[in-house]
């Protein structure tokens, strides 16, 4: 099986900065995409965030220039650096992706969440 963990959330002020981390393990051949969720109270969850394997990552509207996905292929890790952050950020974030397992069969994963709180 796969597992997808994530961690960094916490509580921040206006402007403040974090950094959340996903790493994935068990039975996998390759990472195909990384992506970056994020569902806020009364809100429909969001992709904030997306790359494809050696890609140009995309972001959305609400968080470029602000948002950074990044990550290290080798060990299946990838990072979402906040910058700026402001009160309409917080929600739970996601982390989710596209697994080839080494069986040969591609399913989306995702984490438990991490919660993000920014206060003004």
């Known amino acids: 099986q796969v597992q997808l963990v994530e961690f960094g959330g916490g509580l921040v002020q206006a402007g403040g900065s974090l950094r959340l981390s996903c790493i994935a393990s068990?039975?996998?051949?390759?990472?195909?995409?990384m992506r970056w969720y994020r569902e806020a109270p009364g809100k429909q969850r969001e992709m904030v965030a997306e790359?494809?394997?050696?890609?140009?990552?995309e972001y959305a509207e609400s968080v470029k220039g602000r948002f950074t996905i990044s990550s290290e292929n080798v060990k299946n890790t990838w990072f979402l650096q906040m910058n700026g952050l402001k009160p309409e950020d917080t929600a739970v974030y996601y982390c989710?992706?596209?697994?080839?397992?080494?069986?040969?069969?591609?399913?989306?994963?995702w984490g438990q969440g991490t919660q993000v709180s920014v206060s003004s």
């Open positions: 989710n992706a596209d697994v080839t397992r080494k069986n040969y069969l591609r399913s989306i994963y």
């Open positions: 068990g039975s996998i051949f390759s990472v195909n995409v």
């Open positions: 790359m494809l394997s050696g890609a140009v990552p």
